[in-house]
């Protein structure tokens, strides 16, 4: 395939994969003992030692069923457009534009020095753009991706061979001959019926088989949804869903700060049970979007800046993003990694500290200021993303 990475051997793909499942089946009860979660969590020294770009600094969790070491911080594909939007979906003739080309290679090297491991990709645009910035170097970063156009939230697009063009024009675009992971997108609002998945799991067999695939994994905005496929399919290796700063676990005793979650939740549901319940059941990594709503816990959210962004931004807001970051992080242990966009070197840098410094913890202060801010922002979110307030207790 033109574009291809020679130092990549598909021999050397299988090896590694190998590696992983032997590991995954010998392993992982000294996991489950040293870390005290089946499916996630720190990883031994010696496994994260085993990371692709390790970073002594960066901490790692194992990804579920993949048993591949993940930076707890990782890379989402969207970062800000020219429009200072959230993201680019398609470019013109598959041309990436000069100045987006730099910047993406820019931040996919700060990426690689800073101990990330990750990438998420969800449209066209980010497989070219990321295309270009892993050129020569496929092997540093373990690549999960769906094209949105083409995934299965549209019926037309709910068949095998159809799922298959999926894949492959993920591949196209990046310029590889595979993908770590396929990480399917499911309708937002929870819909998607059984047959969707069915479909989407008989693809990944055949294209895992064909060398195209090495995992799979699912998306969803709808807890219930994705709790229900985690239980039902075996085949999900990891999931993928938001968490900010705000959300809560469900089933805790209830206690003065929660029990007006527990007697006025919006939709009324048993919190009685987890979905992080049922990750650790069935060994399935986590994946975390939207940490910052989408940019909207950010005061200057509403005056876009136009891309690329200079300089390192304004001192509250990377306070707010590296804190939230680490937030999420020490309240969860069964989420493998957060992946928020990251628009410029210092972001990636801002983000990794809150994995390096994570074990210091946040002052109460921090902890006060942090709560605050993000309650009074997210009290305030626009139409388009109030869904996100379904995610307060998970």
Request: with cysteine.
């Amino acid at each position: 395939m033109p574009g291809k990475d020679p130092n990549l051997s598909r021999r050397k793909l299988f090896e590694r994969t190998s590696k992983a499942a032997i590991a995954a089946a010998v392993g992982g009860g000294m996991l489950a003992k040293a870390t005290g979660c089946a499916s996630t969590g720190p990883v031994t020294e010696e496994m994260a030692r085993e990371a692709v770009n390790y970073n002594p600094k960066m901490k790692y969790r194992r990804l579920g069923k993949t048993n591949l070491p993940v930076s707890e911080i990782s890379l989402g594909g969207h970062w800000k457009n020219r429009k200072g939007g959230r993201f680019w979906g398609a470019f013109a003739n598959d041309e990436v534009p000069d100045d987006v080309a730099k910047n993406r290679t820019e931040v996919m090297s700060a990426c690689i020095d800073a101990g990330v491991n990750y990438l998420d990709i969800t449209t066209a645009a980010e497989c070219l753009c990321y295309g270009v910035a892993l050129k020569g170097r496929r092997e540093k970063m373990h690549v999960g991706a769906d094209d949105h156009r083409l995934c299965i939230r549209n019926p037309d697009n709910c068949t095998v061979p159809g799922q298959t063009k999926n894949v492959e024009e993920c591949l196209r675009r990046l310029r590889t001959d595979y993908l770590d992971i396929w990480r399917v997108q499911a309708r937002m609002d929870g819909t998607s019926p059984d047959e969707h998945m069915e479909v989407s799991i008989e693809a990944a067999d055949k294209l895992r088989k064909a060398g195209k695939i090495r995992h799979f994994g699912v998306s969803s905005h709808n807890r219930k949804w994705l709790k229900h496929i985690i239980e039902k399919y075996p085949g999900v290796e990891m999931v993928i869903f938001p968490c900010t700063a705000t959300t809560r676990k469900a089933g805790q005793p209830i206690t003065k700060e929660n029990i007006i979650e527990k007697v006025a939740y919006k939709w009324g549901e048993d919190l009685d049970t987890s979905i992080f319940d049922s990750v650790r059941k069935h060994n399935v990594g986590v994946v975390t979007i939207k940490p910052f709503a989408g940019g909207n816990v950010f005061a200057s959210y509403k005056n876009k800046t136009g891309f690329p962004v200079m300089g390192v931004g304004i001192k509250e807001e990377n306070d707010l993003a590296r804190l939230t970051l680490q937030c999420i992080l020490t309240r969860f242990d069964e989420i493998t990694c957060v992946v928020p966009g990251l628009t410029t070197v210092y972001e990636v840098d801002n983000a990794a500290r809150a994995s390096y410094l994570r074990n210091l913890a946040m002052t109460p202060a921090e902890q006060a200021w942090l709560e605050r801010v993000t309650a009074e922002r997210l009290a305030c979110l626009p139409e388009d993303y109030k869904w996100l307030r379904d995610w307060d207790v998970i």
